[in-house]
């Protein structure tokens, strides 16, 4: 046994001692497959392992996530085969896991080495063991793991991940996720059935650790990351620091080829039912795999001849072009076929062109199909070249290139970065469509909608809040149990399944011992640090205002407006104090400090890390902006207001507070906000102030993590002092690499340096309406589609 161990002894150490026998199976013991059949559970509840039915006298054997009402499964045995009822598993007196079906027929479902087993064990980290009698762990659950990746299990090279079928089919699907040999963190599709890769097939994620990855960690903090040998991390995969008291974690490759990191509140958070608990997203591996998957062989996301788009859900939708319909009616994933003959190749009189037509789709193409190619031509002649050729399935028009494609038409996609258009070859008036195949057709009118309304989104900045409906939604699920008082008065309830402490002045003298550590000071607040008697959590930053909010009401109404925001990117409210005077912020503490100190401090930041931190930042503001249920402009984005947690994942601090001091941010005024050098122009003109404000803040704030120095210096060269117009210099020379000069990691990443630059530009356009929103950039960043070329930004000069 390598981690678990000590883990465990602070784990078991909080359970009474009469639950914990429930954790040690002993030899001979066994349970049978039926509906109300036995389960060994773990000492805490948390997991049990048994025969979970999945359809009517069909069981699988499994472990599962045994309080919460999904029973989320976790790991199976027997390659994800069903077994009937009353079949038996038995942890046999010889220490060996066996699983009979009624009919007496055996299998071994685990063997440990040796002849050592003492008794077998569900352990509470879902780890299912056969362990000797000084509780080494001869055979682990952990060491076999299928879908899904949990805290503390760790991965050694040549561990690996394999989808399951489909949603509640266990067998093996399509898609491996594996920390190879040679130090990389792939997924691939592989061969299905067969579940090897080869190199045909190109990983459509990858780390890019050659040589130096060497074990991947889930730690109870809730980050998965990456370490060399000598334990450095080379990279975090992903992280969600909900904390694990509070929060189940999984990490699982789903069906659908995406890696996924969940959470799900634990209950008893909270009595009121109205909240419905289920797992959240919190991160998704790759963002797109529509267009992720690129390999010239393989069915890819949807399977052959489909069509693969994101949904709102951010999760990947198969449908099938007009003419094809699912080869398998009930598995959208299965690939689509033609309704109708394909176009004969032998000349003769009846099949004529009129007999076979086009449908277009927009922002539509099957990349790796191409059979053909032609430039300088223009559409009709693609149309009809396509139509005349019995070879070609579909042609695919842009920029005055006509590409022809054959069946099988392979990893198809619906997305904005594809551009140009689909010419999608099917045959008129056959009435040989079965019923109920239209419905899957994608209507042409509907479709063009679509795509003009998600066009108009990413172009206009407009009803993107409709996309992001589905986040908030999940958010709001997450926000109860946060932070659970033990010594505390009554919490001041401001939202259902929220809780704000209130505190008394008294009681935050005494925290800060009496004001007694400085750690920060703005304009308007001195930030003091504390310790405060939390379940899990001591240290708080205490913001004493100073300028007092006269109306006690709109105190209340403004902290817990900001008390209802939670995103892991934005710093969390726990608590206040309103007395006479006295007006006080109590937030978690940060114990990395702020942006500031690590960017421009002694030592550079990994390049990795800024480009986190630049993701972390622009999704806290898109919350704040587009998903909060009051939008939240915060008018002073920099370094400083930018504060990292033990992952160094970035917190937004110091929002709401605009606000709270009684700005009028929706229109014109004459004070300004913001801090000098980082405030958009509209600041210094007669201009409304809106969301972009933060838009143009972010933009140089990317700049200085792309670059790592300020966005002004005095001791910069001539033309360099101001960090904006150099950038834009250098990226009118086409010379990026002066940006990132002696910086080794970023100038082996100059694609990404480049892109990040081109979005900053967009970013800090003098006229606000010409800079995206904060999900458009957080969409760019992210690579959901190719950034356009930046205008100069002052080259729209706004009249009023
Ligand atoms: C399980 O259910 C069956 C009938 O459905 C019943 O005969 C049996 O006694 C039950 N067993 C237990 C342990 O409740
Ligand atoms: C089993 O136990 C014996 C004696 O306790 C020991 O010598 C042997 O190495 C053990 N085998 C394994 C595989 O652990
Ligand atoms: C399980 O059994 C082993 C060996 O008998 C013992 O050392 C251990 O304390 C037991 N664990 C629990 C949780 O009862
Ligand atoms: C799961 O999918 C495989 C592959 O299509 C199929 O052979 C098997 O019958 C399915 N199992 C169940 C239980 O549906
Ligand atoms: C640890 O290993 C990594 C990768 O091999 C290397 O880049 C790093 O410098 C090493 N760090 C130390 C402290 O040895
Ligand atoms: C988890 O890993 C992160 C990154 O190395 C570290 O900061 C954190 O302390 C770890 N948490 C635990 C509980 O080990
Ligand atoms: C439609 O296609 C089927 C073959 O799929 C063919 O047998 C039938 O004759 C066609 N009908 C018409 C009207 O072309």
Redesign the pocket.
């Known amino acids: 046994m390598d981690l678990p161990l000590p883990f465990l002894l602070i784990f078991l150490g909080f359970l009474p001692s009469s639950a914990m026998s429930q954790g040690n199976i002993s030899l001979g013991s066994s349970i049978t497959a039926t509906s109300n059949g036995s389960v060994w559970e773990s000492a805490s509840g948390d997991f049990a392992f048994g025969f979970k039915e999945i359809t009517d006298g069909a069981f699988l054997l499994a472990v599962w996530f045994n309080k919460i009402p999904e029973k989320t499964i976790v790991w199976w045995a027997n390659g994800g085969n069903l077994v009937q009822r009353g079949s038996k598993i038995q942890v046999t007196r010889d220490g060996r896991l066996v699983l009979s079906d009624p009919d007496g027929q055996q299998f071994s479902i685990a063997v440990a080495a040796g002849n050592n087993v003492s008794y077998a064990a569900m352990l509470d980290t879902g780890n299912f063991v056969l362990a000797s009698e000084n509780t080494v762990n001869l055979w682990q659950s952990f060491d076999q793991p299928t879908d899904t990746f949990l805290p503390t299990q760790q991965f050694i090279k040549d561990s690996r991940l394999l989808a399951r079928f489909s949603v509640d089919n266990y067998t093996n699907g399509r898609f491996k996720f594996i920390l190879q040999e040679d130090g990389n963190l792939v997924i691939y599709t592989t061969e299905y059935p067969l579940d090897s890769v080869s190199s045909s097939k190109n990983a459509y994620w990858a780390s890019n650790t050659f040589?130096?990855g060497y074990q991947l960690m889930f730690n109870q903090s809730g980050i998965i990351y990456l370490i060399?040998?000598?334990k450095?991390i080379?990279q975090t995969i992903s992280s969600d620091t909900s904390s694990t008291a509070n929060f189940y974690h999984r990490a699982v490759l789903d069906f659908d080829g995406v890696f996924r990191h969940y959470v799900y509140p634990k209950a008893g958070g909270s009595s009121s039912g109205e909240w419905q608990e289920a797992w959240s997203v919190s991160a998704s591996i790759p963002s797109n795999i529509c267009t992720a998957i690129n390999a010239l062989v393989g069915s890819g996301a949807c399977g052959f001849n489909s069509l693969c788009q994101l949904g709102d859900d951010q999760r990947p939708k198969c449908q099938c072009p007009r003419g094809y319909s699912f080869l398998d009616p009930d598995n959208e994933m299965s690939g689509c076929i033609q309704d109708f003959e394909s176009q004969s190749c032998i000349k003769n009189s009846q099949d004529k062109d009129n007999l076979f037509d086009i449908y277009e789709m927009e922002n539509t193409d099957w990349p790796s199909s191409d059979y053909e190619k032609f430039v300088s031509v223009n559409e009709d002649w693609c149309r009809d070249s396509c139509l005349g050729d019995c070879f070609c399935a579909v042609a695919f028009f842009g920029d005055g290139n006509c590409w022809k494609k054959k069946l099988p038409l392979l990893n198809g996609r619906i997305d904005l970065s594809t551009g140009g258009k689909a010419l999608i070859k099917y045959r008129v008036n056959n009435d040989t469509v079965p019923p109920g195949v239209e419905n899957v057709i994608p209507n042409p009118k509907d479709s063009d909608d679509a795509t003009l309304l998600l066009a108009g989104a990413v172009l206009f900045g407009s009803s993107v809040l409709l996309i992001c409906l589905f986040l908030i939604y999940s958010y709001l699920k997450r926000t109860k149990s946060k932070v659970q008082p033990q010594s505390i008065q009554q919490p001041l309830a401001t939202a259902p399944g929220m809780n704000l402490l209130r505190f008394t002045y008294k009681e935050i003298e005494e925290a800060t011992n009496g004001f007694e550590e400085e750690i920060g000071m703005g304009a308007f607040a001195t930030v003091y640090k504390g310790s405060i008697q939390f379940e899990n959590r001591s240290l708080v930053a205490v913001k004493k205002l100073d300028k007092v909010v006269e109306a006690d009401k709109e105190f209340k109404n403004e902290v817990s407006a900001i008390g209802r925001t939670n995103h892991k990117n934005l710093l969390q409210l726990l608590g206040f104090c309103n007395e006479g005077p006295h007006q006080l912020l109590v937030y978690e503490f940060m114990c990395n400090g702020s942006l500031a100190d690590f960017l421009f401090g002694n030592s550079r930041p990994r390049w990795y890390q800024r480009m986190q931190i630049a993701f972390g930042t622009a999704r806290g503001l898109c919350y704040m902006h587009e998903e909060c249920s009051t939008q939240i402009i915060h008018c002073d984005i920099k370094p400083q207001n930018i504060l990292l947690d033990d992952s160094f994942t970035p917190k937004i601090g110091d929002f709401g507070l605009a606000k709270l001091l009684k700005t009028d941010q929706t229109r014109t005024i004459t004070n300004i906000r913001g801090t000098k050098g980082y405030v958009a122009p509209e600041w210094f003109k007669s201009m409304p102030i809106t969301v972009k404000v933060d838009v143009y803040s972010f933009g140089v704030l990317l700049l200085e993590l792309i670059c790592c120095r300020k966005n002004f210096e005095q001791e910069a060269e001539d033309g360099n002092m101001v960090l904006t117009d150099w950038a834009f210099d250098c990226y009118k020379a086409g010379n990026f690499k002066v940006l990132v000069e002696d910086d080794e990691e970023a100038r082996h990443d100059m694609v990404q340096v480049k892109r990040f630059v081109m979005i900053a530009i967009w970013c800090i356009q003098d006229d606000p309406s010409m800079r995206p929103t904060m999900k458009v950039v957080t969409q760019m960043l992210e690579g959901a589609f190719e950034v356009p070329t930046p205008p100069d930004p002052t080259s729209f000069i706004t009249v009023i």
Request: proline share 0%.
């Open positions: 040589g130096t060399a040998q000598n450095t080379l």
